[in-house]
């Protein structure tokens, strides 16, 4: 039996409580240890063990890496869903105003905020159309959606209903499909995940493609992608790119970013944050071996720069899923804000999916 499935017997059977809490906790934990590095265009790895390396200091104290608007927003829909015991756009969406307006200082960027203060008027009737005014009606093709899409796989375990959801709940806020496909492969994946398929790598990155063929089939992705100037269907195409880079018996952080990105674009990111998981179910020469598969999923995902702390936290959310709870040093849960509260709630999410 290889090591990495040695790890994820840990994780328990499908929809066990321990993928549970990993995909809920991780997440916090990439969003929280890759803000060290957003926006850098090179990270070497030596700065990323250092900086993973010093969350074992004890006398930094407890929640001292702050969370971003990455974690303020899924943790509107982990409180949305599990308060309406399902999805309802309009409580969602007063929860994402109420957030940001409390909380304004978590690195919202600029095209959300519009959204976020019309969502807050009493007057709005469509919770739909904020995101649907912006640039000039095109929408929004940020990962802000996929950013938040992991609660959506955590709360209902029909995929039909993970699809749906994760879509609907993106659309709040990015109505062009490059951005709320986005949400739905990520939450995707983490469903996947959830259920053990990430012990058949190929079989998991060949349903992924399967799934996208279907979500881009329609007439508004198509569009998209043809006012874009992108690929007929981007996110089946970008995962073909993750796959053959699985193929390559060796593969630099420069090619990964080439071939699929590290920005901010939905596209650029999630079909990313999904390699560094298949990347990383093997030891890689790079990384300790002390590290087991999460650790080393979330190190690479910085080294990558860019967009990290999104991009880790999409990765932590799959890889978490896979992992388990146990697969998360604890002094790492210890230094990231919300980390406690993100396993309180994982608990609930649990109970409330296997009562559906």
Not at 80 to 85: F, H, K, M, T
Request: one cysteine or more; proline letters at 4%; a negative charge.
């Amino acid at each position: 039996m290889t090591t990495t499935a040695v790890r994820a017997m840990a994780a328990g059977g499908p929809a066990s409580l321990s993928r549970f809490r990993g995909a809920l906790v991780a997440a916090v934990l990439g969003d929280c240890v890759g803000g060290e590095f957003e926006g850098a265009e090179e990270v070497p790895m030596e700065r990323v063990l250092q900086h993973l390396s010093s969350l074992d200091d004890e006398t930094k104290g407890n929640g001292n890496l702050d969370y971003s608007d990455d974690t303020a927003m899924a943790r509107c829909v982990v409180q949305s869903v599990l308060s309406r015991a399902g999805f309802d756009e309009r409580d969602m969406a007063r929860r994402f105003a109420k957030e940001y307006s409390e909380s304004p200082d978590r690195g919202y960027g600029s095209g959300v905020i519009h959204v976020l203060k019309k969502l807050s008027s009493s007057q709005l009737s469509d919770v739909f159309q904020p995101a649907r005014d912006q640039f000039n009606g095109r929408g929004s093709f940020g990962n802000g959606g996929a950013m938040r899409a992991a609660p959506f796989a955590l709360a209902f375990p029909k995929l039909t209903d993970v699809r749906r959801f994760a879509r609907l709940g993106a659309m709040l806020t990015h109505s062009c499909s490059l951005g709320y496909n986005g949400a739905v492969l990520q939450a995707l994946a983490v469903h996947l995940s959830l259920q053990g398929a990430l012990d058949l790598p190929q079989q998991f990155i060949s349903r992924l493609i399967a799934e996208m063929e279907d979500v881009e089939n329609d007439e508004m992705s198509r569009n998209d992608a043809r006012i874009l100037k992108e690929a007929e269907k981007p996110f089946c195409e970008r995962l073909h790119r993750v796959r053959d880079l699985m193929d390559r018996s060796k593969v630099s952080v420069e090619e990964v970013i080439s071939e699929l990105g590290n920005g901010i674009a939905a596209l650029h990111s999630v079909p990313t944050a999904i390699f560094c998981v298949l990347h990383c179910l093997e030891p890689q020469e790079c990384l300790p071996e002390s590290y087991g598969g999460l650790e080393r999923t979330i190190a690479y995902s910085l080294a990558l720069g860019g967009d990290t702390d999104t991009i880790a936290c999409m990765a932590g959310a799959i890889a978490g899923a896979h992992y388990g709870i146990e697969s998360i040093p604890p002094s790492w849960i210890r230094c990231c804000e919300g980390a406690e509260d993100a396993d309180v709630s994982a608990e609930r999410l649990h109970a409330l999916y296997h009562r559906s």
